[in-house]
């Protein structure tokens, strides 16, 4: 059984940074594709970021280009989510994720998920 579990979220102004972090239980981490995940109120889950097994290859949604960076531990069994120049349609609650394909941008992509840390951007 994998665990996710995330930490890092808050309450931020605009402009403002933020760095997620997702700890994996489990010996295979370091084989998986790893994403973050958001949903905001009334909203369908979306797509924010992958990162290949090895580190070597990123993916982001349009909307976070140039402000969100992912990255990975493997020795650590972690996976970051490094936020900058947050904006209040940043506001979400974030998921990690643990992917079957690469990038793994659909739901259907995700065998395992965290359970979730809000991010609140205020205007």
């Known amino acids: 059984q994998v665990q996710l579990v995330e930490s890092g979220g808050g309450l931020v102004q605009a402009g403002g940074s933020l760095r997620l972090s997702c700890a994996a239980s489990?010996?295979?981490?370091?084989?998986?594709?790893m994403g973050w995940f958001r949903q905001a109120p009334g909203k369908e889950r979306e797509f924010v970021a992958a990162?290949?097994?090895?580190?070597?290859?990123?993916y982001y949604r349009d909307s976070v280009k140039g402000r969100f960076t992912i990255s990975r531990d493997n020795a650590k069994n972690t996976v970051y989510l490094q936020m900058n120049s947050l904006k209040p349609e940043d506001t979400a609650v974030y998921y990690c994720?643990?992917?079957?394909?690469?990038?793994?941008?659909?739901?259907?992509?995700?065998?395992?998920w965290g359970q979730g840390t809000q991010v609140t951007v205020s205007s």
């Open positions: 489990g010996r295979t981490f370091s084989s998986y594709v």
């Open positions: 994720a643990r992917s079957l394909t690469w990038p793994g941008t659909a739901v259907t992509a995700i065998d395992y």
């Open positions: 990162i290949m097994w090895s580190g070597s290859g990123t």
